[in-house]
T-cell receptor, first 114, second 115 residues
Framework: AQSVTQLGSHVSVSEGALVLLRCNYS??????LFWYVQYPNQGLQLLLK??????LVKGINGFEAEFKKSETSFHLTKPSAHMSDAAEYFC????????????FGAGTTVTVRA | DAGVTQSPTHLIKTRGQHVTLRCSPI?????VSWYQQVLGQGPQFIFQ???????GRGNFPDRFSARQFPNYSSELNVNALLLGDSALYLC??????????????FGEGSRLTVL
C-alpha cells in the first residue's frame, strides 16, 4: 500500500526565505503524488501534482516540487516565503490502480515570521 | 459558481447517538468523497461515490455508511458514536472518478464533537 511521510510537523521561516517541506513516499510502483494546502477553517486546496513526465512540477502561488525516484521523495519548495503562505501543508499519494482515494501524510504547519 | 458545500458546519453529539452529514458537490461533478481529519493528523479516506455507486471504502467500521443521491449530493452517516469519532469530516467532489485524472475540490468540513 502507498503511504507518505512528512518530515517535520512544524516549519518556521522568515518572510522572503526559502520554504522547504519534505515528503517521502513508499510505493512498489511509481505513484501519483500531490501537495495540498489547508488554511485555517478552510478545506484543502490542490497546490500541485505529479503524474508522469517532467519530474519538476510547478504549482500555484509560486510553489514547485521535484519527484526523485532514487530518493523516493517529493519535496515542496518556494524560493521566497510570504506571510500568506502560513498554513498547513499535506503531501498525499495515490496508486495507479486503486485511484479512488488519496493517502495523506500527517501534515506540516508553516509559520512565517515578519 | 458555488464550491463544495457541507452541512452542518459544527455539531455536538453524545456517545451512542447517530449523526448525518451532508454534502453538495460542485455543479456538474459526479464524484463525491468523504475524509475524516482528526486533530493533528492528515485526512483519512472513508468513502468515494461516483455516479451513485460506491467505488471505494476506507478502513472504517460498519458504523460508517454513505450514499449518493440522483442529484449527486451525498450523506455520511455514523451510528453509535464514540469519542474517537470527534473530527473534521471533509467532503470532496470531482468531475472524474479517479483522483489521478481529476482534481478533488474540498469543502470546509463539518466539525463533529462527541461528548
Amino acid at each position: 500500500a502507498q503511504s507518505v511521510t512528512q518530515l517535520g510537523s512544524h516549519v518556521s521561516v522568515s518572510e522572503g526565505a526559502l520554504v522547504l517541506l519534505r515528503c517521502n513516499y513508499s510505493s512498489s510502483v511509481p505513484p501519483y503524488l500531490f501537495w495540498y494546502v489547508q488554511y485555517p477553517n478552510q478545506g484543502l486546496q490542490l497546490l500541485l501534482k505529479y503524474t508522469t513526465g517532467a519530474t519538476l512540477v510547478k504549482g500555484i502561488n509560486g510553489f514547485e516540487a521535484e519527484f526523485k525516484k532514487s530518493e523516493t521523495s517529493f519535496h515542496l519548495t518556494k524560493p521566497s516565503a510570504h506571510m500568506s503562505d502560513a498554513a498547513e501543508y499535506f503531501c498525499a499519494v495515490s496508486s495507479r490502480s486503486n485511484d479512488y482515494k488519496l493517502s495523506f501524510g500527517a501534515g506540516t504547519t508553516v509559520t512565517v515570521r515578519a | 459558481d458555488a464550491g463544495v458545500t457541507q452541512s452542518p458546519t459544527h455539531l455536538i453529539k453524545t456517545r451512542g447517538q447517530h449523526v448525518t452529514l451532508r454534502c453538495s458537490p460542485i455543479s456538474g461533478h459526479k464524484s463525491v468523497s468523504w475524509y475524516q481529519q482528526v486533530l493533528g493528523q492528515g485526512p483519512q479516506f472513508i468513502f468515494q461515490y461516483y455516479e451513485k455507486e460506491e467505488r471505494g471504502r476506507g478502513n472504517f467500521p460498519d458504523r460508517f455508511s454513505a450514499r449518493q443521491f440522483p442529484n449527486y449530493s451525498s450523506e455520511l452517516n455514523v451510528n453509535a458514536l464514540l469519542l474517537g469519532d470527534s473530527a473534521l469530516y471533509l467532503c470532496a467532489s470531482s468531475l472524474a472518478a479517479g483522483v489521478n485524472t481529476g482534481e478533488l475540490f474540498f469543502g470546509e468540513g463539518s466539525r463533529l464533537t462527541v461528548l
